[in-house]
């Protein structure tokens, strides 16, 4: 058996950086609707 340090790394890390992808995406996804939002009021 290994570790639980170990364990607890591994299971840490992906969960860190899918959280981080997630507000990443979330930032993106709410920059596009602003944008969009503020193209349909210029037009």
């Known amino acids: 058996?290994?570790?639980?340090?170990l364990f607890h790394k591994v299971?840490?890390?992906?969960?860190?950086?899918?959280?981080?992808?997630?507000l990443l995406f979330g930032m993106s996804q709410m920059n596009m609707d602003m944008n969009s939002?503020?193209?349909?009021?210029n037009c």
């Not at 058996?1 to 340090?5: G, L, T, V």
């Not at 299971?11 to 997630?22: N, R, S």
């Not at 939002?37 to 009021?41: E, H, I, R, S, V």
């Open 11 to 22: 299971v840490k890390a992906p969960i860190i950086l899918y959280t981080f992808f997630v």
């Open 1 to 5: 058996m290994f570790s639980n340090s």
């Open 37 to 41: 939002m503020d193209g349909k009021a």
